[in-house]
Antibody, heavy 121, light 107 residues
C-alpha cells in the first residue's frame, strides 16, 4: 500500500524558515517523480515544486523560485522542501504528491494527508 | 504558463441527475490532462488521466472527453458521494503543472 506522510509544518514568522519532509513507502521510490502541492485555506490547488526520480532535475513555481529548495533521499525514501524567506501568502496545507512516472510529466496518483504551514507574526 | 479555466465555478444538481464540468486550456496540452476530486477535509483523488482514461476502480458513471483545448468531465446519475470539488490539471507543459481553479459540485 502506497503511503505518503508529511511532517514539519507549523507556525513561523514572516521571513522565517521551515523544512517539510515526506516519508514514502509501498512503492519503488526512486522510480517516480515527486512534487509538493499546496492549498491555501479555502482555495484551490497550486503546484509548488517537483523533482525527478533520480533527483537530477528540480522544478519550481515562479512564486517560490529562489526561496524554496526541493530535494530527495532515495536511500531513505524521503522528499523534502526547504522553505526560506516565508511570506504570509505561503500559508497553506502542503501536500506531497507522487507522480505516475519518472520525470514528472504525468499526473499524481497518490497524495499525503498534508501538513499545515502558517506564516504569521 | 498554461492557464486552465474551469466552468462553472459552482454547479448545483440533484442526485440522479447528470453533471457536466468543463476545463479549457489556454494553449495546447495534447491529451495530458487529469481530473481530481476533493471532498472536504480530504486529499485530492485522481479520477481521470490522459484526458479520458479512468483511474483504477473509478465507477463508470464518470467519463471524460476532449476536443482541442476543451476538456469535459461527465458524471451520469450523480450519487451523494460525488458532491465535491473537481480540479483539472495539465502536465504537458510542465513545469508548472497548473491546476484549474476548481468546480464545486453541490446539491
Amino acid at each position: 500500500e502506497v503511503q505518503l506522510v508529511e511532517f514539519g509544518g507549523g507556525l513561523v514568522q514572516p521571513g522565517g524558515s521551515l523544512r517539510l519532509s515526506c516519508a514514502a513507502s509501498g512503492f519503488t521510490f526512486r522510480s517516480f517523480a515527486m512534487s509538493w502541492v499546496r492549498q491555501a485555506p479555502g482555495k484551490g490547488l497550486e503546484w509548488v515544486s517537483g523533482i525527478s526520480g533520480s533527483g537530477g532535475n528540480t522544478y519550481y513555481a515562479d512564486s517560490v523560485k529562489g526561496r524554496f529548495t526541493i530535494s530527495r533521499d532515495n536511500s531513505k525514501n524521503t522528499v523534502s522542501l526547504e522553505m526560506n524567506s516565508l511570506r504570509a501568502e505561503d500559508t497553506a496545507v502542503y501536500y506531497c504528491g507522487k507522480h505516475t512516472g519518472y520525470t514528472g510529466y504525468d499526473p499524481f496518483d497518490y497524495w499525503g494527508q498534508g501538513t499545515l504551514v502558517t506564516v504569521s507574526s | 504558463e498554461t492557464v486552465l479555466t474551469q466552468s462553472p465555478a459552482t454547479l448545483s444538481v440533484s442526485p440522479g441527475e447528470r453533471a457536466t464540468l468543463s476545463c479549457r486550456a489556454s494553449q495546447s496540452v495534447g491529451s495530458s490532462l487529469a481530473w481530481y476530486q476533493q471532498k472536504p477535509g480530504q486529499t485530492p483523488r485522481l479520477l481521470i488521466y490522459s484526458a479520458s482514461t479512468r483511474a483504477t476502480g473509478l465507477p463508470d458513471r464518470f467519463s471524460a472527453s476532449w476536443s482541442g483545448t476543451e476538456f469535459t468531465l461527465t458524471i451520469s446519475s450523480l450519487q451523494s458521494e460525488d458532491f465535491a470539488v473537481y480540479y483539472c490539471q495539465q502536465y504537458n507543459n510542465w513545469p508548472p503543472g497548473t491546476f484549474g481553479q476548481g468546480t464545486k459540485l453541490e446539491i
